[in-house]
């Protein structure tokens, strides 16, 4: 799987997963780097992370299926996000709103994406030696410097 798909499988996690989770208000379960090194080499391939991330996907969309129809109703996918939403504005604030003074401005905005843009995709910041594969010790790094962020790659 090249970057651009491993890419487009962490968007996914976080446009369809993220919310799901936060509405739980736990933030969802953590993954560990031994769930996702599905031959148990040491390494990440961008596949075992691409297969890993699959199955989380799936577990919390089963979990807000609230009547296990294998399909979300637009109800579903509210009652899901709606305990979450709150939290989830208050730490996009505390994130971009780099003058501390509790509001967000377009400038502080651009400046964030503008920031986004040059660290480049996600496979990439946690491939820290850039050898195509994530090690436990990358993994753990990138998955610390995640949580010290309140959930959020930045």
């Known amino acids: 799987m090249n ?22 208000g736990k933030g969802g379960p953590r993954v560990t780097f031994e769930e996702l090194d599905l031959n148990g080499d040491g390494s990440l391939t961008a596949q ?22 294998g399909e979300l109703t637009a109800e579903e996918m509210k009652t899901a996000a709606d305990s979450g939403r709150n939290r989830r504005i ?15 401005s377009l400038a502080e905005i651009q400046e964030a994406a503008q920031e ?10 946690i491939d820290a030696n850039a ?3 994530v090690s436990a010790e990358e993994f753990e790094t990138a998955q ?3 949580a010290r962020r ?5």
């Open 150 to 154: 309140g959930g959020r790659d930045r």
């Open 144 to 146: 610390a410097r995640f």
């Open 3 to 24: 970057r651009t798909g491993i890419l487009a499988v962490l968007i996914a996690v976080g446009v369809v997963v993220a919310p799901l989770a936060e509405a739980q």
């Open 131 to 133: 050898d195509g594969v």
């Open 90 to 104: 208050e730490a996009r604030i505390e994130r971009l709103d780099a003058n501390n003074n509790g509001t967000i």
């Open 116 to 125: 986004r843009r040059q660290r480049g995709p996600v496979f990439d910041r």
């Open 48 to 69: 075992e992370l691409q297969a890993g991330m699959a199955q989380r996907i799936q577990a919390r969309f089963t979990s807000a299926d609230i009547n296990g129809d």
